[in-house]
Nanobody, 113 residues
């Protein structure tokens, strides 16, 4: 059974950092491109970042470049998203996704003082 489980969300003050994790199971993780998306309150889900199977290619939402960093550990079947200098507009639910369209359940990030 293909499964993605995100974790690492929480409440953080503006300017803070978080690292989100996505644990993958039930498929050949090392052979699949992976992505992060997010959905803010009252907003549509949007692309955040993408990483190739062996990490040699990454792609970011243009206005998030320099504040987010996607990485993966194929041996551990883990995908990560590091969020830096967080802003209130970064609040939302963050999802990981396989290139084949499988989504996790999301982890909530709230940026507030």
């Amino acid at each position: 059974q293909v499964q993605l489980v995100e974790s690492g969300g929480g409440l953080v003050q503006p300017g803070g950092s978080l690292t989100l994790s996505c644990e993958a199971s039930g498929f050949a993780f090392s052979g699949v491109e992976m992505s992060w998306y997010r959905q803010g309150p009252g907003k549509e889900r949007e692309f955040v970042a993408q990483i190739s199977e062996n990490s040699d290619f990454t792609h970011y939402q243009e206005y998030l470049k320099g504040r987010v960093f996607i990485s993966r550990n194929n041996a551990r079947h883990m995908l990560y998203l590091q969020l830096n200098n967080l802003k209130p507009e970064d609040t939302g639910v963050y999802y990981c996704k396989t290139e084949t369209g499988v989504w996790g359940q999301g982890t909530r990030v709230t940026v507030s003082s």
